[in-house]
């Protein structure tokens, strides 16, 4: 299985496919609009996660240039009913980031938003996504290693807003650059700052 190339973007074809050449090898990576854009010009050196998918009739790679990008693609595919182009679709809508803010705030709209996402589909991304992916919420940073800071935290102090009755925007402009990994002084934080709005 693959799991990253380093090497130099030869060429990008129309249907967002990258050609990337490892120690004289050229692989055929599928990425989305955006990653293909910021991988930069042609003839520059790349890196990117890779999501080796095996069928029965084909191998294709999928590449990401974050890693948290991969999991999130990963955790898409495991849910029921979505392959590898829907997957896609929907992180070149969504990014990471943004994928966390719709599944904490249940929002349907903005699934739909992606091409071939109907309400029932997105429903039923939003209930399994919710227990596959621990994403940052609000710009807060994974870590190397997968994990990440005050996720715990600040999703406590995020349902305890929500269920004070306070509005996903409202819980999203006060929990915006808040730290720590504390959910007392956290939610005690947040309060104050709903209190000066």
Do not use: W
């Amino acid at each position: 299985m693959i799991g990253s190339l380093r090497g130099c973007l030869l060429e990008r074809f129309d249907l967002g496919e990258v050609l990337v050449e490892v120690a004289g090898v050229g692989y055929r990576v599928v990425v989305t609009p955006t990653t293909a854009v910021r991988l930069g010009d042609v003839g520059t050196e790349v890196f990117l996660h890779v999501h080796h998918h095996i069928r029965e009739a084909d191998q294709t790679l999928y590449g990401f240039l974050e890693r948290t990008e991969r999991a999130c693609f990963e955790a898409l595919l495991s849910a029921h009913g979505v392959g590898p182009s829907l997957a896609l679709s929907v992180l070149g809508v969504h990014g990471p980031a943004e994928l966390a803010r719709v599944l904490a705030d249940d929002d349907l709209a903005a699934l739909c938003l992606v091409p071939g996402v109907g309400k029932k589909t997105a429903a039923r991304l939003l209930v399994e996504l919710k227990n596959s992916l621990d994403l940052p919420i609000d710009g807060v940073p994974a870590t190397g290693d997968g994990t990440t800071v005050g996720r715990t935290a600040l999703s406590e102090v995020q349902e305890a807003l929500g269920g004070l009755g306070y509005s996903p925007d409202e819980v999203r402009a006060v929990l915006v650059d808040l730290g720590g990994d504390d959910p007392a002084t956290l939610l005690r934080e947040a309060l104050q700052r709903l209190a000066r709005v």
